[in-house]
């Protein structure tokens, strides 16, 4: 490989690193059934892991804890979720638990945390990303 080569795959492993990162910390659009919400990722979120650390090892089974369930969704509304497409100004994080609480038996919230705790799919996202930049 070519001087010119070798840094052409430098700067692109530079570039798709910064995005993600970028990304982690402005959040993606995440697509679900329930519409598109924006989100921070939960991977390197010191605050999220700090403040969902006591749940950590139940995170599966929020629906049969109520309490760990609402401590859990006001955790995602302060330090994850940013926005939901078609809420516009009308976009709270208290709007974001009243309806997680509402879904709270059809796997709302759980289907948020799968997307915010899948480092794969953030890369999938940053390299996309970083190659229409």
Request: charged share 35%.
């Given at each position: ?10 700067s692109?492993?530079i570039?798709?690193?910064?995005e ?6 402005s959040g ?7 519409g598109r ?5 939960a991977?390197?979120?010191p605050e999220?892991a700090?403040?969902?650390k006591?749940?950590?090892?139940n995170l ?7 309490a760990?369930?609402?401590e859990?969704?006001a955790?995602?509304a302060?330090t ?10 009308d976009y ?7 309806i997680?609480?509402e ?6 919230a ?6 915010i705790?899948?480092?794969d799919?953030?890369n999938?996202?940053?390299?996309a990303?970083?190659?229409?930049n």
């Open positions: 490989m070519s001087k010119p080569e070798v840094e052409n795959v430098a692109n492993i570039e798709v690193y910064k993600r990162r970028r990304l982690e910390q993606v659009w995440c697509k679900l059934p329930a919400i924006k989100v921070k990722s991977i390197r979120n999220f700090r403040k969902v006591p749940f950590a090892e599966g089974e929020l629906q049969e804890d109520d760990a369930f609402k859990v969704i955790i995602l302060e994850i979720v940013l926005d939901w497409d078609g809420f516009g100004e709270t994080s208290e709007r974001f638990i009243e997680c609480e879904l709270k038996d059809c796997g709302f759980e289907d948020v945390l799968q997307f705790l899948d480092k799919l953030f999938q996202i940053a390299v990303k970083a190659g229409k």
